[in-house]
């Protein structure tokens, strides 16, 4: 098991940016696969980013894709999602998920074992 703490959630006007990051407690995080999911009130978890244990390869939900960038520093133990243009249908809790040796390309909730606490990023002028 690792611990996944988010930071960087807040308020931001339509059209702004936000940088999320999620550290790891352990230093064997590169072993991780790590992804960013959020939830909005009354709706389903939904699958934002991915990225690869060594972070060369990057996968991105339909809704994000062009506008956030999900990146790792594995020397800092971090994952950060820079979220850029966001829209009010941007808001939600956001949190990290990572899976021992897991696929960039797991898009389910189900296939991450640690998740974070979440934070909240609400989007509004």
């Known amino acids: 098991q690792v611990q996944l703490v988010e930071s960087g959630g807040g308020l931001v006007q339509p059209g702004g940016s936000l940088r999320l990051c999620c550290a790891a407690s352990v230093r064997t995080y590169r072993t991780y696969a790590v992804a960013w999911f959020r939830q909005a009130p009354g709706k389903e978890r939904e699958f934002v980013a991915s990225v690869s244990r060594t972070g060369e390869v990057t996968y991105y939900g339909d809704a994000v894709k062009g506008l956030f960038t999900i990146s790792r520093d594995n020397a800092k133990n971090t994952v950060c999602l820079q979220m850029d243009s966001l829209k009010p249908e941007d808001t939600a809790v956001y949190y990290c998920?990572?899976?021992?040796?897991?696929?960039?390309?797991?898009?389910?909730?189900?296939?991450?074992?640690?998740w974070g606490q979440g934070t909240q990023v609400t989007v509004s002028s």
């Open positions: 998920a990572a899976r021992y040796f897991g696929s960039v390309y797991s898009t389910s909730s189900s296939a991450y074992d640690n």
